[in-house]
């Protein structure tokens, strides 16, 4: 191929490549994407380099990420890394520009996944808009938790109400995941409400999690902490509650439980195995090991 | 022969004794006691006696007295003959022994297990005698005949013995071209029936079964150890260099695998340097007398796309090397089954407890999140090690579980212990260094490393420097959170191994190392992940941590230093963050060990 032509089938690629944002467009409608675009443009003058490091990344390169173990895509360690400069690069890439290279399958949904993460990571108020269309558009069970996980990180108060008003069950599993990084102190106790309450098993093991990542002493150690002792008893009962009727959701719940952790949830424990049918004893009694253990180091 | 004669009652009464106590053993001809003899005829030649026999009693020998007679056609813990999966090439001609249908030598010929037609005595001329199998179709199992030091194949569809050959007695070999499948547990049947024209003279049969693939434990006997090379790789080359300065000094014998063979070298992202991943070593076994007969046997990992995988046919088969392949056409679900868990890596031994002589097999496996079906049924059909324990891996990003969890020899009656995955003695490692000193705190871990290319490297520009002060690390919420949440999967499956082994608390040690997350809530080593380690004899390879010094050494090299040698164990160090740790790996799933068959390696004794 003559050198020109090589050049401009580049650019043609590059041209096509780039031609679509990487999510849904109904989740950038125009007045989201007018004042994005005008943002990112004034930005791009400014410092295109950035620009540059996201339109090439090394874990969409198949010679870069089939010599790591997990041998696929993947690219939020390396946005991360990029720190938070990188983020009206990600929106665009995400909203706007799309990425200017063929990618396979793989290596968009890895591009998608970890641009919504490491934006979501962020917690910049600028993110949001585009983070309440990804939640309002995909069905992707991992882009749901990404997009929610980045509007309760910095929970504005009508990102707060959205998600917990979530009704369709990937949306609802989702943002009950998310809702425990929400500092707000309206959180907490409405998730140990719904914990207590709900009747969607997969629900239930959602707000767990994120009731147990809230909750996370090791995180927000004693008076840091976003749940006081009173509500975290109740939380720890009704988790061992809920780990006792929902079988199928166990291994989540013992997870949140072992994470949650402490001497609120071994009491719960303690209490939920004094009548225990037989089945879920061996479970019980393994938690209250591991949290024993825990607790006595 | 016994000529006194003998009451008829006394007769029959012994013969139907010695056939029940051979259980469901041959048909025996009618009128003759086990000892051959012809019962209750007086003065008349014996009636021929249709024996096979088989080392029943396993102790690498064909009689036909004592058990060997009895237990010729049953099989249990204590007596049933063993033959191989005959997967070895002991001519190194390529071909495995198993697939073909000659014998190729004499080695060749000690994989076979014997089986002997005994001479049949008083045997009329016309007499003629065919062997039957009863056996699956896949794997083929083959019976040979050895005329004059001369080996062939005995077509069982169109073959018949001469009255010669019964007369003279013959000796069989049986080999299998496989392992047992999930359709097949290995049993056959060999039965012979002599006639005249219509007429029965008697017949016998013996039972066999083949033996299983089994994989070697972390414990077991080393006789080298494996690492995959690329002349020329940038950072490859410390790895490797201080494995082989580890090993010399331990004095194990050390070879690279050539990952940028054409053959296998994938175009532009050079070696595939995950050698615990592409292989699994083990070995099969067959009585044979002092010592158990059999062969080092490697497991491919049955991911097809795997290229490097294909040295294991090229070149580890040989003489008393063999090979085995079991992959999936098709995925039941292809959504849920990720390449990753085909990785050997996550297949590890917990080794011997009681109930599993031969330790069992774990494995990472979820329905939402598999492995290759067919590799499961595969190590199930096996029975020794299994059935096979599913963990929960899925929250690794990897997903494999040697991420966790490792074992070292010690001096206790159970003889070795388990080494666990520990973020939360890491926290607390941190914590304490800082409590006893707050200018701990702003001391840096990582000095000096990068994420996803090493220092001078073209790409360079490319990388991000790992460095970042403990205090730092013990504030960002984010990352304990994490590994608040990872420690909890981490004390779940340290539960399940802890249950299923019956292992005490102080039979665990917790190995300190941090995760992160990689995406979608999977994490990953953040810290090099010491329990990942290249383990033989008392020696254990750890990843170098590249923590910060305090008095002059790697604090956290000293303590994993000091946490082994208080178990009998040399910790040594090897360096492999850019080209292993980086890329989400550490030592052991660089490496990987042939291990001996173990002199306890009577699988047949495993009631299972």
Redesign the interface.
Known sequence: MRPTLAILSVLLLAATASASPLIDSRAVPAEVSRPLAATVRADRARRPEAYQRVADL?GLR???Y???????P?V???LR??GPSALLPMLDALALSGYPRDLSDAERA?LR??LL?TVS?LGDPRALPVLRGVFATTAEP?EL??AARGLARVCQERDRRALMAATAAPQRAAAAGALGLCPSPEAPPWMVAQLETTSDPAHAAALAAGL??GA?????PGARSRMDAPLRARAARALVRRWRELPAQR?AL??????M?GAEVLAAVREGLRDAPAEARPGLT?LE??LA??LR? | MDATPRPRWLTAALAVLLVGCAEDAATSPSGLTADGGAGDVVDAPAAPRVRLLVDADRDGTVSDTGADVTFRASWDATHGAVFLANVDDDDDDDALDGADDVVNGEEDARDLARVRVAPIANLADDATGRLTLTAPSTPAVRVFRIDDGVWRRVDLEAETLSAADLRAGLELGIEASDFPTAEWAGEVTLALAVTRGAESVGDDRVVLRAAPFVVSTSLDETDLVYATAGAGVFSLGRFINDLDAITVEDEMPFETIDGLDPDWR?R???P???TQ?YMELGWTAMPGGAAPHGMNVVLRTPNPTRRIAAWTRREFVGPGRGYVWHHSQRYPSARAHD??LD?F?NLEVIPPYAGHPFGRLFHGNVAARSSDPELREFLNAQRVQGPVLEL?TS?L????VDEFASFIPVDSPRGWKMLIASP?AA??QLQALVAADPANGERVMFEGQR??YPQDHP?EG?T?PAARTVNSILAD??L??F???D???I??V???LQ?EAGLR?DEVIEIPFLMW?????QGAAYMPGSVNLLLYGRSATMPRPHAFALNGADFMETHLRDMMRAEGITAHFAEQWDI?HA???EVH?GTNALRRIPARGAWWEVTR
């Open positions: 090394e198949p010679e870069f089939r010599r790591t173990r997990a041998g696929r993947s939020a360690l390396e890394a990029m890895a996944l970890g993460e990571n991992s938790r990404a147990a990542e996370s002493s090791w995180a927000r291994a013992g997870v949140a439980a072992l994470t952790g393994a090991r591991s253990r825990d180091r | 994938e532009n992202f050079g595939d340097v995950w991943d390449p990753s990785s890596g929960d929250w990003h990897v997903g494999h939360r926290r607390a994420w996803f790409m490319r991000y919420e984010e304990m959170a590994n608040q949440g420690q909890a999967h004390d779940l340290r539960e399940a249950t608390d997350e990689i995406e979608n809530g292993l890329n989400e790996g799933c």
